[in-house]
Structures are given as C-alpha cells and as structure tokens.
C-alpha cells in the first residue's frame, strides 16, 4: 500500500458579536428587539440569581452550589434555540437553562435548600435532574436520543457537560454511540478553561475539544461562548440537524468560569488575576449590553429598572422558599421521586429515616423547652425520644 493521507474533516469556527459590541451583520440571527432584550433579561438574572445565592450560602441559609457566572451566554444561547420537545439534560452548572426552560426562583432556592419538591415546577417537561457524576449524563443523553429516534419523534436530546467531563469514558462512549446510530443528540460543551483546579492544558493535547467529534463522526464546531448569538446560531443549527435525521454536533463553547467552581472552592490558590482580568474584558453580559446599547434597544434607566426587578424577584422567590421551609415539610419526600413505586428496601430505609428524624426533632424540641426553662416539659419529651 501506497504512503497516503486520511483528510479529517474541519472543524468550523463561529463568532459574531465582539468583546465591544459591535457585530458581523452577516452572520447576525433574526431576532426582535423583545426577543434580544428577553435573552439579556434571563443573563442578567441569572447572574444576580448567582451573586444573590452566593450571599445566602455564605450565610447559612442554603447549601452549596456551582455559580454559572460568566458562562451566560454559553447557557441561554442554547437555550434559546431549545423547543419544548427537545430533552434538557443538565450537568451541575446551567442555571442560565434552567431558568429558561420554567424554573421559578422559589424553586431554585427550595432546591439548594435540600428540597425534591423544588422538582415539581418543571414537572411534564423534558429536563433530566442535575448530574453531578462527571461525564455520566452524555450517556443518559444518548439513551433519550435513541429513544427519539425509535420513537421517530422531530425532536433532539441536548446534554450539556464541562471541558473536564472530556477526559470521562463516558462522554466518548457516549458520542461513538451517537455518531455510530446516527442519532438526534446535541453535546454541549461549555469549555470554561478549568475543572475545579485543573487548566485546560492538562485536560487534554488537543487543539481543540470539538475536533474530538471528528473521531467519531459527528459535526464538530467550535463558537465563541460569550457571545450569545454564536452561541444561539450554533445550537440552532445543530438541532435543526439532529431533529432532520442528520445526525449528532458536538459544540464546543468557549467561555471562562468567573467564579468559584462551586462555594466551597478558592480559585485564588491556582489560578492567576491576569487570566481573570483578560476574561474580564471578554464579559457576556457586557457585550451584549453595548449591542443593545448601541441600537437603542436599551438604556441606563432601562437597565436600571430591569436591575430592580430582577432584585425583587429573586428576595421574593427567597422569601417564599423560606416560607415553604418553615412550614415542616417532610424531609425525607425525596425517597419518594426514585421510583415510581417504592421498592421494599427504600420503604425501609425511609421508614428507618423517619424514626430517626422524630428522635432528633423530640431532641431538639427537648432543648427548646429547656431553654425556655421549662424542664418538666424538657425531661418529658427527652425520654419520650429515648423510647
Ligand atoms: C466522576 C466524577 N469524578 C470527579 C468528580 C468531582 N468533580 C466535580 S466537578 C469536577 C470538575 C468538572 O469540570 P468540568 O467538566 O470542566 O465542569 P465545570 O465544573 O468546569 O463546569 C470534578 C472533578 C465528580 N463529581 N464525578
Ligand atoms: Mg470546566
């Protein structure tokens, strides 16, 4: 055999709204002037949803959580270009799609408070829980996609996953699955340059994370992720693909994690203020700000009132949370969303839960009384629980 050569397709490349605003206006997507300001509406709340919870955790008031800042445009670019019938499945850090696919703030909070009933809003609707196994959800996500194609259903499977989650088996199980059933699924990666204090280059040798598409026969492109209509363009496309039969895109969107990787991390010890300020000037949000600046469709007394109402509905969907909290809910309810029907061991492991949690809480209403300095009452309730 001859020395030859095998031509591996390339990889396309996209960006259309610069760090300044301004825009390739033949690349620009039709969208209205209400549809441009609804996508800056949900970035913008999703950021001050993130720097509001980020203030509740650091005071106890709810638990730990993955912040999406400065990967808005990644996230609700995307999710723009979702139907309703396309799948929604999630690793741990897209707020930007939660909220754009229905998620009320009551229940965003109810969620990080520890409550399942927060997974009720969006109850009927294609989105999968969160997925904090690394990488496990592309599987899920190829399994739903068969399913749509069995089903012969126009519609796609969209997984989103981090740079780190490429290094899983998972993800290139996964993807060769797609690619070899030609199946209606979205890969999107939102290539945020770190895992957790991992950089970028000791995730992988190679150029590109979308170039691992081509392994496996499936599109892939690369956009820049803090630009919301690359970003929309790309993920459009690659639906309108996977709904016509047309197979799998892996999108690799490049973007910067802001901020912490989740609220019990430092940055600070890995990772240097240079890298931070240059993602500085590539900010999502404040690039779209000057195109909506620029074309009139926004001002500083808009933006203004948008702040304070987004402010509003973030402290009353808190409040309303904390309401829901201090009305007892049953803290063992999330036994009850595994199965459909509770198998006999869970049965006993909620029952075990339960006799366990009434202990604590005789014990607690127990410390109650003595601290009000009833102690019959105190001593009375101790060996109730005792018992
Ligand atoms: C299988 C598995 N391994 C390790 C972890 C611990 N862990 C949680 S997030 C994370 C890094 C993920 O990085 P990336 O995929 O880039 O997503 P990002 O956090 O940047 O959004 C790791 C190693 C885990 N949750 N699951
Ligand atoms: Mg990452």
Not at 304 to 318: P, R, S, T, W
Request: glycine share 8%; hydrophobic share 40%.
């Amino acid at each position: 055999m001859p020395k030859g050569t095998i031509t591996l397709e390339s990889i396309e490349t996209l960006s259309i709204l610069d760090e300044h605003g301004h825009v390739d206006e033949k690349l620009l997507p039709k969208l209205t002037p209400e549809e441009l300001l609804k996508a800056y509406r949900f970035m913008l709340f999703g950021r001050r949803l993130d720097e509001q919870a980020m203030r509740y955790q650091r005071q106890g008031r709810i638990g730990t959580f993955g912040p999406n800042i400065g990967q808005e445009a990644a996230q609700v670019g995307s999710a723009m270009a979702l139907a309703d019938q396309d799948w929604f499945i999630p690793s741990f850090r897209e707020l930007g799609v939660w909220l754009w696919r229905g998620l009320s703030t009551q229940a965003y909070f109810m969620g990080h408070m520890g409550f399942e009933d927060a997974s009720t809003n969006l109850k009927g609707a294609g989105n999968l829980p969160m997925a904090v196994p690394v990488a496990t959800q592309c599987c899920h996500a190829a399994g739903i996609a068969w399913g749509i194609k069995i089903d012969k259903k126009k519609a796609a499977a969209v997984v989103y996953f981090g740079d780190g989650a490429t290094s899983e088996g998972s993800f290139h199980e996964a993807l060769n699955f797609c690619g070899t059933m030609h199946l209606p699924a979205v890969f999107f990666c939102q290539n945020n340059q770190w895992a957790i204090s991992t950089p970028l280059k000791k995730q992988t040798a190679s150029g590109s994370l979308a170039q691992k598409a081509v392994a496996y026969g499936v599109k892939g492109v690369q956009v820049d992720g803090n630009d919301v209509f690359a970003v929309y363009v790309a993920a459009q496309e690659a639906l309108e693909r996977a709904r016509n039969g047309k197979g799998a895109t892996l999108i690799e969107a490049l973007t910067f994690r802001k901020s912490v990787h989740t609220t019990a991390d430092d940055p600070t010890v890995y990772r240097t203020i240079e890298e931070e300020r240059l993602w500085e000037s590539k900010d999502p949000l404040s690039r779209f700000k000057k195109y909506l600046e620029s074309k009139n469709f926004l001002n500083e007394k808009k933006n203004h009132e948008l702040e304070e109402k987004i402010a509003q509905e973030i402290k009353q969907g808190y409040e309303k949370a904390e309401e829901f909290r201090n009305s007892n809910p049953d803290p063992l309810s999330y036994f009850d969303y595994v199965y459909e029907r509770m198998p006999a061991y869970l049965q006993w492991q909620k029952e075990t839960a339960q006799s366990q949690c009434m202990g604590r809480n005789m014990i607690k209403g127990a410390t109650e009384a003595a601290v009000a300095g009833s102690g019959a009452a105190a001593v009375g309730q101790l060996e109730e629980a005792a018992d």
